[in-house]
Each structure stands twice: as C-alpha cells, then as structure tokens.
Nanobody, 117 residues
Framework: QVQFVESGGGLVQPGGSLRLSCAAS????????MGWYRQAPGKQRELVAT???????NYTDSVKGRFTISRDNAKNTVYLQMNSLKSEDTAVYYC???????????WGQGTRVTVSP
C-alpha cells in the first residue's frame, strides 16, 4: 500500500525558512521521480518541484531560487527546503511520485505552511 507522510510545516514570518520532509512507503522509492505539490485555500493543487531518479530538479517559476528539492533514497524521503518564504507560499504541501503529474491516487495528509507576519 502506497503511503506518503509529510511533515515540517508550520507558521513562519515572511522571509523565513522551513524544511519539509515526505517519507514514502509501499513503493520502490529510488526508481521514481518525486514531486512536491501544494494546494492553497480555494485553489487547485499545483506542482511546486520535481526531482528525478538522477536528482535533476525542476521548479515552478514562482519558487525558483528560493526552494530546493532533494531526496535520500536510503530513507525513502524527499525534502523541500523553502527559503525567503512569501505569503503566497501559504498552502498545504503534499508529495507524490511524479510522471508528468502525480502518479499515485493515494495522497498523504499533507503538511500546512502558513506564512504570515
């Protein structure tokens, strides 16, 4: 059974930083590209960043230069380092395997990030 467990969210002031983690189980983690997604209130879920098996990273334009995605295959975990946070980064963040979009129907509970003074 595929399972994703996200953690690391919280309340942070604009300009602050957070590091999100997502532990995956039930999949052969190392063979998949992984992605971080987010859903802001009243908006659709959007892709934030992806990382391939060979650790090539891609980012949506709004987070380029501020967010860094990484992975640890030994821990079946993908990370998202978020710096210089802005109010528009406020959302619930999720991870999933990526194949041009989320691969698995199963989503974790997400981790909430709130950027506010």
């Amino acid at each position: 059974q595929v399972q994703f467990v996200e953690s690391g969210g919280g309340l942070v002031q604009p300009g602050g930083s957070l590091r999100l983690s997502c532990a995956a189980s039930g999949i052969s983690f190392s063979i998949y590209a992984m992605g971080w997604y987010r859903q802001a209130p009243g908006k659709q879920r959007e892709l934030v960043a992806t990382i391939t098996r060979s650790t090539i990273a891609n980012y949506t334009d709004s987070v380029k230069g501020r967010f860094t995605i990484s992975r640890d295959n030994a821990k079946n975990t993908v990370y998202l380092q978020m710096n210089s946070l802005k109010s528009e980064d406020t959302a619930v963040y999720y991870c999933n395997a990526d194949r041009g979009g989320p691969l698995f129907r199963s989503w974790g509970q997400g981790t909430r990030v709130t950027v506010s003074p």
